[in-house]
């Protein structure tokens, strides 16, 4: 049975850096994402990492975001750094089953295994 399970969320000042983890079990995926969502509005896509690890990003997070993985866990990571109130979200790990297209990876209905999220909090 496929499970995701994200941690590291809290707490933080802006200006300040957050690591989240995504614990995966039951398989190994080739393409998997982080998205997040605030309340009231839909699931948006931040990073996603792609067979031979190629990496995308959301405009609003280029630089300052990292996903990145370690296969022998398996763990996915999102390094926050630079932290604004508006990164202020639920953070949802995803995975996909299937190949994933440049495209497709800022989609949410292209990822066919979700996590529960984890809470981060920006203030000012």
């Known amino acids: 049975q496929v499970s995701l399970v994200e941690s590291g969320g809290g707490l933080v000042q802006a200006g300040d850096s957050l690591r989240l983890s995504c614990s995966v079990s039951?398989?190994?995926?080739?393409?998997m994402g982080w998205f997040r969502q605030t309340s009231g509005k839909e699931r948006e896509f931040v990073a996603a990492?792609?067979?031979?690890?190629?990496?995308g990003y959301a405009d609003s997070v280029k630089g300052r975001f990292t996903i990145s993985r370690d296969n022998a866990k398996p763990t996915l990571y999102l390094q926050m750094n630079s932290l604004r109130p508006d990164d202020t979200a639920v953070y949802y790990c995803?995975?996909?089953?299937?190949?994933?297209?440049?495209?497709?990876?800022?989609?949410?209905?292209?990822?066919?295994?979700w996590g529960r999220g984890t809470q981060v909090t920006v203030s000012s």
């Open positions: 995803a995975a996909s089953a299937w190949g994933m297209t440049i495209a497709g990876q800022s989609s949410p209905s292209r990822y066919d295994y």
């Open positions: 039951g398989r190994t995926f080739d393409n």
């Open positions: 990492i792609r067979i031979g690890d190629f990496t």
